[in-house]
């Protein structure tokens, strides 16, 4: 009798904190959870923006989920220069056939991938874009090329409702 | 405080104890002697910590999406209530974790005015209570405003326009109040601030409250004074951990069935109706905690007389360890007082059942009358009650009534004479 | 545990008297039987979505339901809706948008995360086109008023002739459950008013009971998770409470064997 009791004491003693445990981390959850983007604004997904005026080598910048999106339209200087770069020469290797689906737009997350800036047009060592904060040079095909970002910058989900409306998301 | 020296036994944690002594506050925690014959109306100084702690971690996080103002305050908590993750779930933990607390807090204070534990020498901790009651108030009160509906609005205005029953200054000081000529945005804004802040004054408080506890310690259900630490006390850790646990899980079933089942019954449908400063509601009744004071304001049929007789009604409760003259502390050896004590229990809940009535015909008779038993039970009959009553034999030792029925005493009492 | 039973008995005294007391006015309402208010209650889909056939071509044309958005439709535990049935009804709709690169302001069909469309600029167009009454916002309408659901399906089927002694003026009708019994709303539902989708006959108490589960559901989004979360909370704490019960009786029986 009296050696079965300690036993039985530690199970209930341990089943007690771990169910106790198990409800804390329940509890818990939601707390964090309610921070994350809610429901509207996950709703928020796609802008789309008439391109029809646009000249070759234009930019404009719009606004998609508070980021900023650069959408390019470019001459063929420009994709000829992009897709003559050597993947050898790439920190980030992507081809820009893979990047900008019909070659004359260039519709791309303006946002630097070395820490969030956003970087200027026309401007830096590579015809691309320079990001002012830390250094960072991108191509005509907004890949990275020198500086800090580890990454080329992003392509968002888009596609061509018509030949003059983008939809971004 | 320190009953015993403690020693850290790691050189770490010794060294650590010798800078801020950390864990000899967790170790006079866990070690403090606590009378064993705690009942489980004890429970609730455990609950209400829970209570508190409750509101301040969901208000946070509710206060991440609320907007305080007019115009999107209303939009912003259905906004919590239709988009946010769980936001539903935070906000009517919070909105119901109001009334728990009020009536965990009332619980609280009627098992003190029953086992006496105002008394000497726990007055201070008795004040300290009363002050914590009347902030819960102010922050349940701006609290309630927060939403911005019909109810809020109008609540607001009648409250704060309890302020104006002052002579000369009333006006100025409504309007200070409001920062503007009516219940505003500015009204708005700052109730919010003071929403945020009061909870962590009240935290302040109940960390004094229980020093307070700690320096005397625990009144008990005999109310004789015991001798710490002895065969009359255990350790708070485990021994009141548990049993406050046990206590706490009853209470958040109940909690819970609230936030999952019937969420806005105790709030009121026209909450949810946004402010509008041109109509008033049909029937403008503040949140159940507050009634009893609300018929003591409204049977007063002169304004600065009824502001002044519900203040009253809350302070009279501070000055209390002195208006109750007995020497006995617990009811259960005070037949006279104990039959006194429920008929105020009896009163209180009559003056709940008035202030959510019209104030009209037979309920203002009533709160009238109920009025005024609540000032005589306090400032009458408790004064008298100790110089005229006979009051029961106290016992020498906590153990004995304690054991007194049960099969086991007579052999306890046996081991204890052979002792 | 004999003080235990008392607190428990005097926590639902003074719930049971609270909720009373807030139900002061005893009205009869018209009964029917609601597919969501027991503890484990749903909404009726069938019900929700011929609910919203009914707002959309009855109710909406005077009374905003401001804070719902289209995308709610297919959202679960709502009418459920397909993605595609939803974006249909939010493109029949148009929002005023912009302002576009020349800074102006222009109309296109509404989307997805589009709040449903108000009949009304604002509060005082609505009041001069209803006879200076506002039709309420209907999003959070069946929380709104005391007898809830209850309140709102007896008002769409309490409309009575008046009887002699009380004096109507124009463009004010008798409602038995309406306060004070005068409305400014004519009889919405009659027979037939509409033709429903799923072919079940619109009689008048199907239309209010549709109609009536489509505003709760408006007015609570998340009531079924809500129940469902709510029977899993109180099973778990149910079973820690037993557990921590044993724990208790183990731990304190080391000082009474003491004793």
Same mark, same amino acid.
């Not at chain 2, 806005?264 to 507050?290: K, R, S």
């Not at chain 3, 912009?98 to 469309?117: C, H, I």
């Not at chain 3, 009041?127 to 069946?142: E, T």
């Given at each position: 009798m009296s050696d079965k009791k300690p036993e039985r004491r530690e199970f209930l003693f341990t089943a007690s904190y771990a169910v106790g445990a198990v409800g804390v981390g329940a509890v818990v959850w939601p707390l964090i959870d309610q921070m994350n983007p809610d429901a509207s604004v996950k709703a928020l997904a796609s802008t789309e923006v008439d391109v029809s005026t646009m000249e070759p080598g234009k930019t404009i910048t719009v606004l998609w989920r508070g980021k900023p999106v650069f959408i390019k339209r470019r001459t063929s200087e420009e994709i000829a220069e992009a897709r003559a770069v050597k993947m050898e020469d790439l920190k980030d290797p992507q081809k820009d056939e893979d990047r900008a689906k019909n070659p004359e737009w260039l519709v791309m997350v303006g946002v630097c991938t070395h820490l969030g800036c956003v970087p200027l047009n026309d401007k830096g060592d590579y015809n691309g874009w320079f990001c002012p904060c830390h250094g960072s040079h991108y191509d005509t095909s907004g890949r990275i090329r020198k500086g800090p970002a580890p990454t080329n910058m992003e392509i968002p989900k888009y596609e061509f409702v018509n030949s003059n409306t983008i939809k971004i998301g | 405080m320190s009953d015993h020296e403690y020693t850290p036994k790691s050189k770490f944690g010794k060294w650590f104890n010798d800078r801020l002594p950390l864990l000899s506050l967790a170790s006079h925690l866990t070690d403090y002697p606590t009378p064993k014959n705690l009942n489980y109306w004890w429970t609730f100084g455990g609950i209400l910590t829970f209570c508190l702690i409750t509101q301040i971690v969901t208000g946070l996080t509710l206060a991440m999406h609320y907007i305080a103002h007019a115009d999107m305050a209303f939009e912003s908590v259905e906004h919590i209530m239709r988009d946010v993750n769980y936001g539903w779930l935070i906000r009517y933990i919070h909105a119901n974790g109001a009334s728990m607390f009020f009536l965990a807090v009332y619980i609280h204070i009627f098992r003190s005015l029953f086992y006496g534990s105002y008394k000497s020498p726990r007055e201070i901790i008795w004040i300290l209570g009363i002050i914590i009651y009347l902030l819960m108030m102010a922050a349940a009160f701006m609290g309630y405003v927060l939403p911005w509906g019909q109810m809020s609005f109008w609540g607001a205005t009648v409250i704060t326009n309890l302020f104006s029953a002052i002579p000369l200054v009333g006006e100025g000081i409504v309007n200070w109040l409001w920062g503007g000529y009516s219940v505003d945005n500015p009204t708005l804004t700052r109730f919010f601030t003071l929403h945020y802040l009061i909870p962590f004054l009240i935290l302040g408080l109940v960390v004094l409250h229980i020093w307070a506890l700690h320096v005397p310690g625990n009144n008990n259900p005999v109310g004789i004074d015991i001798k710490k %630490? =002895? #065969?009359d006390t255990v350790p708070f850790h485990p021994y009141i951990v548990i049993k406050d646990g046990f206590a706490l899980l009853m209470f958040m079933i109940v909690f819970a069935f609230f936030v999952f089942y019937t969420p806005n019954i105790l709030g009121h449908a026209d909450n949810y109706i946004e402010a509008n400063p041109l109509v008033t509601p049909a029937h403008i009744v503040p949140e159940w905690y507050l009634l009893p004071f609300y018929a003591i304001l409204r049977s007063v049929p002169d304004k600065l007389l009824g502001v002044i007789a519900m203040l009253s009604a809350i302070l009279i409760l501070a000055a209390l360890p002195w208006l109750d003259t007995s020497k006995i502390r617990s009811a259960v050896f005070r037949p006279l007082y104990k039959q006194f004590y429920w008929i105020l229990v009896a009163d209180v809940l009559i003056l709940g059942y008035v202030g959510a009535m019209p104030a009209e015909g037979l309920y203002l008779l009533i709160a009238r009358v109920a009025t005024g038993y609540y000032f005589i039970h306090f400032l009458v009959v408790l004064p008298i009650l100790g110089f005229k009553e006979k009051t029961m034999p106290l016992p020498l030792s906590i153990t004995e009534p304690v054991l007194g029925? =049960? %099969? $086991?005493a007579s052999a306890v009492k046996k081991k204890e004479s052979l002792n | 545990m004999n003080n235990i039973f008392k607190i428990i008995y005097l926590i639902i005294f003074i719930i049971t008297g609270t909720i009373q007391v807030n139900s002061a006015e005893k009205i009869d309402y018209l009964k029917t039987d609601w597919s969501f208010k027991s503890l484990f209650g749903k909404f009726d889909r069938a019900s929700l979505q011929r609910g919203y056939q009914v707002y959309k071509e009855v109710c909406a044309s005077c009374h905003s $339901? #401001?804070?719902?958005?289209?995308r709610n439709l297919s959202e679960p535990g709502g009418p459920e809706f397909t993605e595609e049935q939803v974006k249909a009804i939010a493109a029949s709709y148009e929002v005023n948008d912009g302002p576009n690169s020349e800074g102006e302001m222009f109309l296109r069909p509404a989307k997805l995360s589009d709040k449903f469309v108000m009949p009304y600029e604002n509060v005082k167009a609505a009041q001069a086109a209803n006879g200076g009454a506002y039709p309420p916002d209907m999003s959070v309408l069946a929380k709104a008023r005391s007898g809830g659901v209850d309140y709102i399906y007896s008002l769409l089927l309490g409309y009575e002739d008046a009887p002699s002694d009380v004096k109507l003026d124009d463009g004010v009708y008798y409602n038995k459950f309406m306060y004070g019994n #005068?409305? #400014? $709303?004519?009889?919405p539902i009659t027979d037939d008013l509409i033709e429903y989708g799923d072919g079940t006959p619109a009689t008048k108490e199907q239309m209010a009971k549709d109609v009536t589960t489509f505003l709760m559901w408006a007015a609570e989004p998340h009531l079924e998770s809500r129940h469902k979360m709510g029977f899993k909370a109180i099973l778990y704490l149910i079973i820690l409470t037993v557990l921590v019960y044993f724990s208790m009786k183990k731990i304190w029986s080391r000082i009474e064997s003491e004793v």
């Amino acid at each position: 009798m009296s050696d079965k009791k300690p036993e039985r004491r530690e199970f209930l003693f341990t089943a007690s904190y771990a169910v106790g445990a198990v409800g804390v981390g329940a509890v818990v959850w939601p707390l964090i959870d309610q921070m994350n983007p809610d429901a509207s604004v996950k709703a928020l997904a796609s802008t789309e923006v008439d391109v029809s005026t646009m000249e070759p080598g234009k930019t404009i910048t719009v606004l998609w989920r508070g980021k900023p999106v650069f959408i390019k339209r470019r001459t063929s200087e420009e994709i000829a220069e992009a897709r003559a770069v050597k993947m050898e020469d790439l920190k980030d290797p992507q081809k820009d056939e893979d990047r900008a689906k019909n070659p004359e737009w260039l519709v791309m997350v303006g946002v630097c991938t070395h820490l969030g800036c956003v970087p200027l047009n026309d401007k830096g060592d590579y015809n691309g874009w320079f990001c002012p904060c830390h250094g960072s040079h991108y191509d005509t095909s907004g890949r990275i090329r020198k500086g800090p970002a580890p990454t080329n910058m992003e392509i968002p989900k888009y596609e061509f409702v018509n030949s003059n409306t983008i939809k971004i998301g | 405080m320190s009953d015993h020296e403690y020693t850290p036994k790691s050189k770490f944690g010794k060294w650590f104890n010798d800078r801020l002594p950390l864990l000899s506050l967790a170790s006079h925690l866990t070690d403090y002697p606590t009378p064993k014959n705690l009942n489980y109306w004890w429970t609730f100084g455990g609950i209400l910590t829970f209570c508190l702690i409750t509101q301040i971690v969901t208000g946070l996080t509710l206060a991440m999406h609320y907007i305080a103002h007019a115009d999107m305050a209303f939009e912003s908590v259905e906004h919590i209530m239709r988009d946010v993750n769980y936001g539903w779930l935070i906000r009517y933990i919070h909105a119901n974790g109001a009334s728990m607390f009020f009536l965990a807090v009332y619980i609280h204070i009627f098992r003190s005015l029953f086992y006496g534990s105002y008394k000497s020498p726990r007055e201070i901790i008795w004040i300290l209570g009363i002050i914590i009651y009347l902030l819960m108030m102010a922050a349940a009160f701006m609290g309630y405003v927060l939403p911005w509906g019909q109810m809020s609005f109008w609540g607001a205005t009648v409250i704060t326009n309890l302020f104006s029953a002052i002579p000369l200054v009333g006006e100025g000081i409504v309007n200070w109040l409001w920062g503007g000529y009516s219940v505003d945005n500015p009204t708005l804004t700052r109730f919010f601030t003071l929403h945020y802040l009061i909870p962590f004054l009240i935290l302040g408080l109940v960390v004094l409250h229980i020093w307070a506890l700690h320096v005397p310690g625990n009144n008990n259900p005999v109310g004789i004074d015991i001798k710490k %630490p =002895s #065969k009359d006390t255990v350790p708070f850790h485990p021994y009141i951990v548990i049993k406050d646990g046990f206590a706490l899980l009853m209470f958040m079933i109940v909690f819970a069935f609230f936030v999952f089942y019937t969420p806005n019954i105790l709030g009121h449908a026209d909450n949810y109706i946004e402010a509008n400063p041109l109509v008033t509601p049909a029937h403008i009744v503040p949140e159940w905690y507050l009634l009893p004071f609300y018929a003591i304001l409204r049977s007063v049929p002169d304004k600065l007389l009824g502001v002044i007789a519900m203040l009253s009604a809350i302070l009279i409760l501070a000055a209390l360890p002195w208006l109750d003259t007995s020497k006995i502390r617990s009811a259960v050896f005070r037949p006279l007082y104990k039959q006194f004590y429920w008929i105020l229990v009896a009163d209180v809940l009559i003056l709940g059942y008035v202030g959510a009535m019209p104030a009209e015909g037979l309920y203002l008779l009533i709160a009238r009358v109920a009025t005024g038993y609540y000032f005589i039970h306090f400032l009458v009959v408790l004064p008298i009650l100790g110089f005229k009553e006979k009051t029961m034999p106290l016992p020498l030792s906590i153990t004995e009534p304690v054991l007194g029925g =049960s %099969p $086991m005493a007579s052999a306890v009492k046996k081991k204890e004479s052979l002792n | 545990m004999n003080n235990i039973f008392k607190i428990i008995y005097l926590i639902i005294f003074i719930i049971t008297g609270t909720i009373q007391v807030n139900s002061a006015e005893k009205i009869d309402y018209l009964k029917t039987d609601w597919s969501f208010k027991s503890l484990f209650g749903k909404f009726d889909r069938a019900s929700l979505q011929r609910g919203y056939q009914v707002y959309k071509e009855v109710c909406a044309s005077c009374h905003s $339901m #401001k804070y719902v958005s289209f995308r709610n439709l297919s959202e679960p535990g709502g009418p459920e809706f397909t993605e595609e049935q939803v974006k249909a009804i939010a493109a029949s709709y148009e929002v005023n948008d912009g302002p576009n690169s020349e800074g102006e302001m222009f109309l296109r069909p509404a989307k997805l995360s589009d709040k449903f469309v108000m009949p009304y600029e604002n509060v005082k167009a609505a009041q001069a086109a209803n006879g200076g009454a506002y039709p309420p916002d209907m999003s959070v309408l069946a929380k709104a008023r005391s007898g809830g659901v209850d309140y709102i399906y007896s008002l769409l089927l309490g409309y009575e002739d008046a009887p002699s002694d009380v004096k109507l003026d124009d463009g004010v009708y008798y409602n038995k459950f309406m306060y004070g019994n #005068k409305i #400014k $709303m004519a009889e919405p539902i009659t027979d037939d008013l509409i033709e429903y989708g799923d072919g079940t006959p619109a009689t008048k108490e199907q239309m209010a009971k549709d109609v009536t589960t489509f505003l709760m559901w408006a007015a609570e989004p998340h009531l079924e998770s809500r129940h469902k979360m709510g029977f899993k909370a109180i099973l778990y704490l149910i079973i820690l409470t037993v557990l921590v019960y044993f724990s208790m009786k183990k731990i304190w029986s080391r000082i009474e064997s003491e004793v």
